[in-house]
Nanobody
Framework: VQLVESGGGLVQAGGSLRLSCVTS????????MGWFRQAPGKEREFVAA????????HYADTVTGRFIISRDNAKNTMYLQMNSLKPEDTAVYYC????????????????????WGQGTQVTVSS
C-alpha cells in the first residue's frame, strides 16, 4: 500500500486544517489506519486511529475533542480534521496502515505498522 498525505500548512492558533491521506494498492481500504505526528526533537506520537470501515475510532488524549479522524473507502482516502489548533500541535503528520503481525491485537498503533506516508508539515503560530 502506498500512502500520500496532503493538507498541511501554516495556521494561527485556534484555526483548523484538514489533512488527507490517499491510499493506493489492493488492500488500502480493508485495513485499519491512523495518524501519527513528530515534532522537532521529539519522539513520534500517536494521534488517532480508525478501523477499516470507519465505524470505530480512537484518539490520543491530547487531541480528543479537537481532532476527528474519518475515511471514505470509495475514494481510498483517510482524513484528519483538526480544530482549535494549538502551537503544540506543530509537527510533521504521517498516515500509517495497520501491520500484519497482530502482536498488539486491536491496539495496533502500539507498534504494529504497515506502510507509512511521507508526511505533511503542520505549523501552528501563536
Amino acid at each position: 500500500v502506498q500512502l500520500v498525505e496532503s493538507g498541511g500548512g501554516l495556521v494561527q492558533a485556534g484555526g483548523s486544517l484538514r489533512l488527507s491521506c490517499v491510499t493506493s494498492g489492493r488492500t488500502g481500504s480493508s485495513v485499519a489506519m491512523g495518524w501519527f505526528r513528530q515534532a522537532p526533537g521529539k519522539e513520534r506520537e500517536f494521534v488517532a486511529a480508525i478501523n477499516w470501515s470507519g465505524g470505530w475510532t480512537h484518539y490520543a488524549d491530547t487531541v480528543t475533542g479537537r481532532f476527528i479522524i474519518s475515511r471514505d473507502n470509495a475514494k481510498n482516502t483517510m482524513y484528519l480534521q483538526m480544530n482549535s489548533l494549538k502551537p503544540e500541535d506543530t509537527a510533521v503528520y504521517y498516515c500509517v496502515t495497520e501491520g500484519t503481525r497482530g502482536v498488539y491485537g486491536s491496539a495496533w498503533w502500539l507498534g504494529d505498522f504497515g506502510s507509512w506516508g511521507q508526511g505533511t508539515q503542520v505549523t501552528v503560530s501563536s
